[in-house]
């Protein structure tokens, strides 16, 4: 191929000038372009139908002939670098042709028989000329029909086109605009007369692979002698066709397949269709269309026509085809597509993730596809696009147990929530499918808010960039829901409301609200709103100022009596710095059983419940919070175990001033 681009064939433009002395030809003159070539025919004064076929031919520039080409053989073509002579037996003339002519090709030539003839032949090779074109490269695939145009000059509309291939002799005439044509034959050319003629090849077969080359006939005065202008060369590569391809879905589930196509086609219309149902004519490019449940997204960037499937049932069982639209529909790649019962796979699932931290989600597939996992996410038409471990950095991928993988989300934003699928994907030659088989809906959250009471607390509430002249809102309880209880405005921020401000910093995309004075009855769960999509909980905990200072020795047992704040809550106990951190791993609760030392006793009559610590170690000193549970609003109130030797002291509730 490297040589193949190596030799350019541009248009030549071929004027042989005859030199008539005594009846006998003595001297050709050629024209040719540099980097093109050229094929003209040295041919015997002789009359005679044939002359002495058994003698030697050349054409050399020099004695020795180092320069050029000879032969003693008849009936084919001889190479000699980039020299290349025939000479036919039953003729009165033989044909050189010359590849990638150059300026030093420039001078003069002998051409003739060994012993009774021969002729000078003057080369001249113009570096400029606007009759020269171009070589291009043409790709085709096994089965397929392509047309392609050979532009020519005027004055040349009644001439004879013709369209050889390079290599094959090493030239070889095809076809020509006089021959008669069927619309049967393998190459058609047919012309328009005006500036191009167009050239199709039928039914490329392998054998098809390799350099064409198009051009116009001319005369010289005698009418004798043949002259080729070379217009455009056409470098054809043929490749296999696309075969079928095997793709396994599951029932309820969904498939995403992309079809790879080469860049030569990004500009056609794509075609997906079953059997022989009606094509579904893919008619805008990049952007999904779709038919029913089949959304298509016709992506000329990178060649390639994705799928993707959703809600499968046995009925979309079948044979596909993914093609482009070409003469005739040559190009397309056959899917069969079986859609199984899948067992063994989680069907949903549902995950929280705090905005800033990371979240893991747990996917399953049939062990069956040991191939590259994925997880994608869908979109607003709820088509799930691929997700590459590779591009997205923070998307980190691991196996844990045969047929089942984690998929790792780190810092993790607001466009991160909505409905993931986790599936594996099985790449061919031209086609990838990726099954998907679990589902994951993802909700985010924002971190709690720790506010004391008496003191103050910063809710802040991030937002896209697209909704910065939107109308931001907080309400305790999801916003435009009837429980919801409006809290402030974006655009209230003039309002005086008592212990409540907003500010809405749209360069940092960020609502800010801060509430003072912070009591009891503002524990809960706040949510931040815009338009009427948009909605994101953040929860606020209140931590009472009083502080529950408890004494007791090593080996021996602490009662700790906890205060309701609030009536009908359910209790809870739990160890750490802050009760965000602590409530991930309570002790015990007023829901659950006795925890191997800590058990709880509920007193709601007298407002209390008590927790009991057994068998007390030096290690128990620490922190710990008694917390009150009410409709997912949290109130906490710290309390201080100290350990000594002595005897165990009674709680000591304590006030900070």
Request: one cysteine or more; proline letters at 2%; charged letters at 20%.
């Amino acid at each position: 191929m490297n040589e193949m681009r190596a030799i350019i064939i541009i248009i030549i433009t071929i004027f042989i000038t005859v030199c008539l002395i005594s009846g006998q030809v003595l001297c050709v003159k050629v024209i040719g372009c540099a980097g093109g070539s050229v094929m003209f025919k040295c041919m015997s004064s002789n009359q005679r139908k044939s002359y002495d076929q058994y003698k030697g031919k050349y054409f050399c520039r020099n004695i020795d002939c180092t320069t050029g080409i000879s032969t003693e053989t008849q009936r084919r073509w001889v190479n000699n670098g980039r020299f290349a002579l025939c000479d036919d037996e039953n003729s009165r003339f033989f044909t050189v042709f010359i590849r990638n002519l150059s300026r030093e090709d420039d001078g003069e030539y002998t051409c003739g028989n060994n012993q009774k003839w021969s002729h000078d032949v003057t080369l001249v090779v113009n570096r400029n000329s606007s009759s020269c074109g171009t070589s291009v490269i043409q790709t085709a695939y096994i089965g397929q029909t392509i047309t392609f145009h050979c532009e020519y000059e005027h004055g040349f509309e009644t001439h004879t086109k013709v369209f050889y291939r390079v290599n094959v002799g090493p030239v070889h005439v095809l076809n020509s605009s006089q021959s008669s044509q069927s619309s049967e034959e393998k190459f058609i050319l047919s012309d328009s007369q005006k500036d191009h003629f167009n050239v199709t090849i039928r039914d490329i077969s392998a054998a098809d692979d390799g350099v064409y080359s198009c051009g116009v006939e001319r005369y010289g005065s005698s009418q004798t002698i043949t002259h080729i202008t070379f217009i455009k060369e056409i470098h054809l590569n043929v490749s296999d066709q696309i075969t079928s391809v095997q793709v396994e879905a599951y029932i309820s589930k969904s498939v995403f397949i992309t079809c790879k196509f080469p860049q030569t086609f990004k500009g056609n219309k794509k075609i997906f269709h079953k059997d022989s149902s009606q094509k579904i004519l893919v008619d805008d490019q990049n952007q999904w269309v779709h038919y029913d449940k089949v959304h298509m997204f016709d992506d000329t960037s990178e060649g390639l026509l994705k799928v993707f499937i959703s809600d499968l049932t046995k009925d979309d069982k079948g044979t596909f085809r993914c093609g482009v639209n070409i003469a005739e529909d040559h190009l397309f790649t056959e899917i069969k597509l079986t859609v199984n019962q899948v067992d063994n796979v989680y069907a949903s699932s549902k995950s929280s993730a705090v905005i800033g931290e990371s979240v893991k989600l747990t996917c399953s597939f049939p062990e069956k596809h040991e191939s590259i996992k994925h997880i994608c996410k869908e979109n607003n038409e709820k088509i799930c696009q691929n997700i590459s471990s590779s591009k997205k950095k923070r998307f980190e991928f691991s196996d844990s147990t045969a047929g089942v993988f984690t998929v790792s989300i780190s810092n993790v934003s607001l466009t991160d929530a909505g409905v993931y699928w986790c599936g594996a994907e099985t790449r061919h030659k031209h086609l990838t499918s990726v099954s998907l088989t679990n589902k994951h809906q993802l909700t985010l959250t924002m971190a709690p808010v720790i506010g004391r009471e008496g003191d103050s607390a910063e809710i802040k509430c991030p937002y896209n960039a697209n909704h910065a002249k939107e109308i931001k809102r907080l309400c305790k309880g999801k916003c435009f829901t009837e429980d919801a209880q409006s809290i402030i405005q974006s655009d209230e921020a003039h309002v005086k409301t008592p212990n409540i401000s907003v500010k809405d910093e749209t360069e940092l995309h960020l609502f800010t609200v801060t509430i003072t004075d912070l009591r009891a009855e503002d524990a809960g769960k706040y949510w931040c709103a815009v338009k009427n999509t948009f909605n994101l909980p953040i929860e606020l905990m209140i931590v009472m100022k009083d502080v529950i200072i408890h004494e007791a020795s090593v080996g021996g047992s602490a009662s700790i009596s906890c205060k309701y704040i609030r009536n009908q809550n359910q209790g809870l106990f739990c160890r750490g710095d802050q009760p965000n951190i602590c409530v991930r791993d309570i002790l015990v609760s007023s829901n659950s059983s006795p925890n191997g030392r800590f058990s709880l006793t509920d007193e709601i009559s007298a407002g209390v419940f008590t927790v009991n610590i057994s068998n007390l170690r030096a290690e128990d000193s620490g922190k710990y919070w008694c917390g009150e549970e009410n409709s997912g609003s949290l109130i906490f109130t710290e309390v201080q175990l100290h350990m000594n030797r002595g005897f165990c002291q009674k709680s000591l509730p304590v006030t900070l001033q």
